[in-house]
């Protein structure tokens, strides 16, 4: 992890009110995380609130980038949500590449319920790949 990113909302290990999600790329070249949100993480009714399913998503596939080498910022992203969360659920995300076109990357981000992996959440989204501030063309 970057030192600058320890803090990190989603991921941060240093983080006291964050998420600390632990992203890893398997064997399929697909970017996983597990969750399980808490009562601090809900909006009412004892759901998870969409921010937080947001978050989730966006860094699954920010992390598919990070884990390849690749320094990046979201552009656009556009969020599905398929069914509520309820808080205490336990929650798989995915994210993997769809396509890359210059200096952007195109991904996609789901999160399915880990007991039989309905779709919770999907979300596509752009990202500004950078590299030391110039563009970089290719993910490594």
Same mark, same amino acid.
């Given at each position: 992890?970057r030192? &600058?990113?320890? *803090?990190?909302?989603? /991921?941060?290990?240093d983080?006291?009110?964050?998420?600390r999600? *632990?992203?890893?790329? &398997?064997?399929?070249?697909?970017?996983?995380?597990?969750?399980?949100?808490?009562?601090? $993480?809900?909006?009412?009714? *004892?759901?998870? $609130?969409?921010?937080?399913?947001?978050?989730a998503? &966006? &860094?699954?596939?920010?992390?598919?980038?990070?884990? @390849?080498?690749v *320094?990046?910022?979201?552009?656009? /992203?556009?969020?599905?949500?398929?069914?509520?969360?309820? +808080?205490?659920t336990? +929650?798989?995300?995915?994210? %993997?590449?769809?396509?890359q @076109?210059?200096?952007?990357?195109?991904l996609?981000?789901?999160?399915? %319920?880990?007991?039989?992996?309905?779709?919770?959440a999907?979300?596509?989204?752009?990202?500004?790949?950078? +590299?030391d501030?110039?563009?970089?063309?290719?993910p490594?």
């Amino acid at each position: 992890m970057r030192p &600058d990113a320890n *803090r990190c909302f989603v /991921c941060g290990p240093d983080n006291p009110v964050g998420l600390r999600l *632990r992203f890893y790329i &398997d064997g399929l070249d697909v970017c996983r995380a597990e969750f399980t949100p808490g009562p601090d $993480h809900a909006g009412y009714d *004892r759901l998870t $609130h969409g921010g937080i399913v947001y978050s989730a998503l &966006d &860094d699954v596939m920010a992390n598919w980038l990070y884990l @390849k080498g690749v *320094r990046a910022h979201t552009a656009r /992203c556009e969020i599905r949500y398929r069914q509520p969360l309820a +808080v205490g659920t336990p +929650v798989l995300l995915e994210g %993997r590449l769809i396509r890359q @076109k210059g200096k952007a990357a195109f991904l996609q981000g789901q999160m399915f %319920r880990a007991d039989d992996r309905a779709l919770v959440a999907e979300a596509e989204a752009s990202f500004m790949i950078v +590299v030391d501030g110039e563009p970089r063309t290719q993910p490594a």
